[in-house]
């Protein structure tokens, strides 16, 4: 059974940052491709990040491009979206999502 469950969203100011983890269990990131996605109200579901195997590389959308991260913890099989000099155009509930499609309840970030 595989569960996803993220956490650290929350409501910040622009230029604000946050930290989004998200724990998995039932399912080994290390070997796997991971992202994040994000979905505003009235608005198409938008792949923010990603973080493949084999070197760690990633993907970014320009729209985020040089403000997050994304990253890993294999140990402790959770993934990672730093969020910097956030933007109000950056209010989503936010997922991370296996390659699968696994995804969990998502966590909210608003930006005033």
């Known amino acids: 059974h595989v569960q996803l469950v993220e956490s650290g969203g929350g409501s910040v100011q622009a230029g604000g940052s946050l930290r989004l983890s998200c724990v998995v269990s039932?399912?080994?990131?290390?070997?796997?491709?991971m992202g994040w996605f994000r979905q505003a109200p009235g608005k198409e579901r938008e792949g923010v990040a990603a973080?493949?195997?084999?070197?760690?590389?990633?993907y970014y959308a320009d729209s985020v491009k040089g403000r997050f991260t994304i990253s890993r913890d294999n140990p402790k099989n959770t993934l990672y979206l730093q969020l910097n000099s956030l933007k109000t155009e950056d209010t989503a509930m936010y997922y991370c999502?296996?390659?699968?499609?696994?995804r969990g309840q998502g966590t909210q970030v608003t930006v005033s």
């Open positions: 973080i493949y195997t084999g070197g760690d590389y990633t």
């Open positions: 999502e296996t390659v699968s499609g696994n």
């Open positions: 039932g399912y080994k990131i290390s070997s796997s491709c």
